[in-house]
């Protein structure tokens, strides 16, 4: 098992910047890819960046490539999603996610942990 926590929501203005954390427990986090997803009211969940468990690959969706960092800090346990320029489209929870392996990519089914969210905001 994995827990999952999340902070660094909020409210911002447009063009404004946030940083999300997760915090993983209950596994050894450095073998561990990690992915921030999101969803929008209404929506579906979609993904947004992935990193894997050395920190040395990364994928974004293209929508926010360029305005968003995904990063980890394995000597504490954390995933980060850095995020500026944010748009009032950004608006959504946020969730981080591990899977079983080192790198789970885009796919959310294989995503077997999840978070319980974040909201982030964005006013225009």
């Known amino acids: 098992q994995v827990q999952l926590v999340e902070s660094g929501g909020g409210l911002v203005q447009a063009g404004g910047s946030l940083r999300l954390s997760c915090v993983a427990s209950?596994?050894?986090?450095?073998?561990?890819?990690m992915g921030w997803f999101r969803q929008a009211r209404g929506k579906e969940r979609e993904f947004v960046a992935a990193?894997?468990?050395?920190?040395?690959?990364?994928r974004y969706q293209d929508s926010v490539k360029g305005r968003f960092t995904i990063s980890r800090d394995n000597a504490k346990n954390t995933v980060y999603l850095q995020m500026n320029s944010l748009q009032p489209e950004d608006t959504a929870v946020y969730y981080c996610?591990?899977?079983?392996?080192?790198?789970?990519?885009?796919?959310?089914?294989?995503?077997?942990?999840w978070g319980q969210g974040t909201q982030v905001t964005v006013s225009s």
């Open positions: 990193i894997n468990s050395s920190g040395g690959n990364t």
């Open positions: 209950g596994r050894t986090f450095s073998v561990l890819g």
């Open positions: 996610a591990t899977g079983q392996g080192g790198y789970s990519g885009p796919t959310s089914q294989l995503y077997a942990y």
